[in-house]
């Protein structure tokens, strides 16, 4: 671990105290290490990175390397929130502690109270913004969560639980993606935005 995956940064991951995906999985709770999906979706069903670049565009190859490991991020982080447990995942590959914190928070949530999700969560991932040329490398990257066909189901009754009736089934989450010196791209925050739908 870097100090970089350690540090942390101030602001970083309100997940939980924003609407969002945590309202989605407060009405939720935890889940059991025992759970298994019922069937996993695959990596290009769960996320769909659109790509924000043209074909003339001179940073396709980077923008198009910088979703690569925001999408990677999500495809680990349903594998956790299927189980609600990020044994296994390969998260730290892709996002720094201070990205994953909120995320470890629901799924710890999720475990207390027997809730594990099933069904698929939406992207519309973009690159809004680059920084090649900066001292430390930076790309800002919005999406379009989509709710729609995400589902909570309780391990004790093996019922689905519906979201909560404020909770939009369609909001913008927005992450901050540095590339390191190994030249990785890691998502160093991610910011959920309940009131911006999409």
Not at 147 to 172: C, E, F, G, H, M
């Amino acid at each position: 671990m870097t100090d970089r995956q350690a540090r942390l940064r101030p602001g970083v991951m309100a997940l939980c105290g924003a609407v969002g995906l945590s309202l989605a999985l407060t009405g939720c709770g935890g889940g059991s290490d025992d759970a298994r999906p019922q069937t996993a979706p695959s990596a290009a069903s769960t996320v769909s990175p659109v790509a924000s670049a043209s074909p003339a565009d001179p940073d396709a190859a980077t923008k198009a390397a910088v979703l690569a490991s925001y999408t990677a991020m999500w495809v680990e982080q349903m594998k956790a929130y299927r189980k609600a447990s990020p044994d296994g995942t390969k998260l730290d590959d892709y996002a720094t502690l201070d990205a994953l914190s909120a995320f470890e928070r629901d799924l710890a949530h999720m475990k207390k109270n027997n809730t594990v999700i099933r069904g698929e969560l939406g992207h519309e991932p973009e690159v809004t913004a680059l920084a090649v040329d900066a001292k430390l490398p930076t790309a800002t990257v919005e999406d379009c969560i989509d709710l729609s066909k995400w589902q909570t189901l309780d391990t004790k009754t093996n019922k689905t639980i519906p979201l909560p009736t404020a909770q939009p089934l369609r909001y913008v989450a927005t992450a901050t993606v540095e590339r390191w010196d190994d030249n990785r791209w890691m998502v160093t925050e991610y910011e959920p935005d309940g009131s911006r739908t999409c």
